[in-house]
T-cell receptor, first 115, second 115 residues
Framework: AQSVAQPEDQVNVAEGNPLTVKCTYSVSGNPYLFWYVQYPNRGLQFLLK??????LVKGSYGFEAEFNKSQTSFHLKKPSALVSDSALYFCAVRALNSGNTPLVFGKGTRLSVIA | DGGITQSPKYLFRKEGQNVTLSCEQNLNHDAMYWYRQDPGQGLRLIYY???????QKGDIAEGYSVSREKKESFPLTVTSAQKNPTAFYLC??????????????FGSGTRLTVV
């Protein structure tokens, strides 16, 4: 079975400070990992993904995520937060060799960046 | 521009009424998905389809039905058997040719409210 945990419902950070949104996963074998962002009343937008290779993945809008196999984590990071980063963030996972089975999503973390 | 179109954006359903949510894509994607989003519960999979005229139940299929008569279209019907249908519904798609390499492209969602 595949699962994703986002342990924080809400993350608050001051503008200009670094931000981290946490994600841990559980799959059989190697994972595909994704981060998506959702603005109010909109669909999810792709931020970045990890498949293989470098453990540090760079994505859209200055975000990056670090894959840590030993800790089964894929935390989302940004060096300097912007007020416009305030949104709902979802981590998702799928096992590498699971064909086209659906992604499993975490419950989401609401990021609030305060000016 | 290629993308996924969900309609309507807002939908109101009376008790005992069936309603159908539209999802159309012009991305030539093989696989399509329906998710339900409730506050604090993340995205839960309702149904998915990897090929025309075939679909599979997700985690919360009860009270919902789908069809996939055309590659471009994957409508979702919320039946009167769904006792708590008020939610935000998201449609997504992904290419099937390289399973797992791609994340999803999402539509902008339909907000369904029971009145």
């Amino acid at each position: 079975a595949q699962s994703v945990a986002q342990p924080e419902d809400q993350v608050n950070v001051a503008e200009g400070n670094p931000l981290t949104v946490k994600c841990t996963y559980s799959v059989s074998g190697n994972p595909y990992l994704f981060w998506y962002v959702q603005y109010p009343n909109r669909g999810l937008q792709f931020l970045l993904k990890y498949i293989t290779g470098d453990n540090l993945v760079k994505g859209s809008y200055g975000f990056e995520a670090e894959f840590n196999k030993s800790q089964t984590s894929f935390h989302l990071k940004k060096p300097s937060a912007l007020v416009s980063d305030s949104a709902l963030y979802f981590c998702a996972v799928r096992a590498l060799n699971s064909g086209n089975t659906p992604l499993v999503f975490g419950k989401g973390t609401r990021l609030s960046v305060i000016a | 521009d290629g993308g996924i179109t969900q309609s309507p954006k807002y939908l109101f359903r009376k008790e005992g009424q069936n309603v159908t949510l539209s999802c159309e894509q012009n991305l030539n994607h093989d696989a399509m998905y329906w998710y339900r989003q409730d506050p604090g519960q993340g995205l839960r999979l309702i149904y998915y389809s990897q090929i025309v005229n075939d679909f599979q139940k997700g985690d919360i299929a009860e009270g919902y039905s789908v069809s996939r008569e055309k590659k471009e279209s994957f409508p979702l019907t919320v039946t009167s058997a769904q006792k708590n249908p008020t939610a935000f519904y998201l449609c997504a798609s992904t290419p099937h040719t390289r399973p797992g390499d791609y994340g999803y492209t999402f539509g902008s969602g339909t907000r369904l409210t029971v009145v």
